[in-house]
């Protein structure tokens, strides 16, 4: 004998029976009739050629942007309504597809590059040298391997503080931002943060598309670097983070320098210090010898000076001998000067001795 | 300098280059230069040996990330 129900009964059981068997299923499909009520419920159907499911879901819920005619797959859990009408509680939804995903992916970059969160203006410079990081990544994956690799390869003596999260899927999102969100509130903050995670499909790589989650690498306190799939891929997180790294080994490069590179420059530095001395002995010797040459010609000088002053002394001299004036025909008279006295008088070849016949005064 | 004043590695580095750019500046003597020299080649010799001798300290943090409630 079949069962029977009252009305509200049968709908509680069938919604029992199906908590039971689906108590979250993912159902790919096309959206159509896609609307946002009072601001806050979202409803939409979800189809294909054959058939079509309504789905509700409420607006915080909604991650990334949905259109009419986008392939997407939600995460739901099947429900009777008490007016007997089949629906999707939808948890959460992501577009499907390359073309959906890209079309989420262009309408997503532009409502947050015109707010601003994309510009370089925003953008802050990492460390020189950081000495505590904080690493997002899956503590499984190839990309965080590749990352700590280069990492210990390049430099020592870091603190790096690992938070291991899904990185891919519906969870991804939400346990990102958690862990964001716990290094903004250590007491000891890290000095920049490492959002990794290694390729895969776009399917994939949609968590780094979270509007939640470009937000909250946006609002960080800390700079974060981003180290997501390949140098092909760029996500959402990537522009909104402070630098983003091609690779998960390229962020560990941009990260912290080689040291290798920094023990041959230290030796470099230290090797071109000697010729740099040799060099300023040089230039001080040349100093010396210069202010040598300068003493010397200034004393040469002062010789040559006085040289000049004796030559003309001589020459102002010799102009009052005696002997010059004789030469020039005056005669040196000596002797008492009065009638009958006997002078001498002094030629330049001559001497003679005179009478005086007369004298007179002028 | 770092809370043990124990020079970190980075701190090494901006000594050394400021010992090198001391050698191009105003306050250079020669009297000194030796002793400096010597500073250098010492630091040098340290960077390589704590930067090959000096490993990193992963640690994974204990907290779960699944749930906002998680510890």
Known sequence: MAPRFGVSDFVAITNQTLEYAFPLVEVEGEVASFKVNQGKFVFFDLKDDQASI?????????????????????????????????????????????????????LLKAKLEKEGLFSPERKRLLPKIPRHIGVISSTQAAGYADFIKILNDRWGGLRVDVASVAVQGSEAPDQIIRALNYFNTQDELPEVIVLIRGGGSADDLSAFNDEQLVRAIAASRVPVLTGIGHETDTSLCDLAADVRAATPSNAAQILVPNKQDIIRQSKMQVQMLVPQILGIVERFEQKIEGRVEEAADATQRRLDQYRRYLAQTQRLLAQFDPQRVLERGYALVRGTMGPGEVIEIELARAIIKAKVESYEQK | MSKSDKPTIQEKIEQLDQLAAWFDGDDFQLEQASEKLKEAAKLATEIEQDLNSVANEINEIKKSFASDNGQ
């Open chain 1, 54 to 106: 309504g789905c509700f879901m409420m607006l915080f819920q909604l991650r990334v942007p949905i259109e009419d005619g986008m392939k997407v797959v939600v995460t739901a859990s099947p429900k009777l309504t008490q007016w007997g009408k089949f629906s999707l509680t939808v948890k959460s939804i992501r577009p499907s597809g390359e073309g959906s995903i890209k079309k989420s992916f262009e």
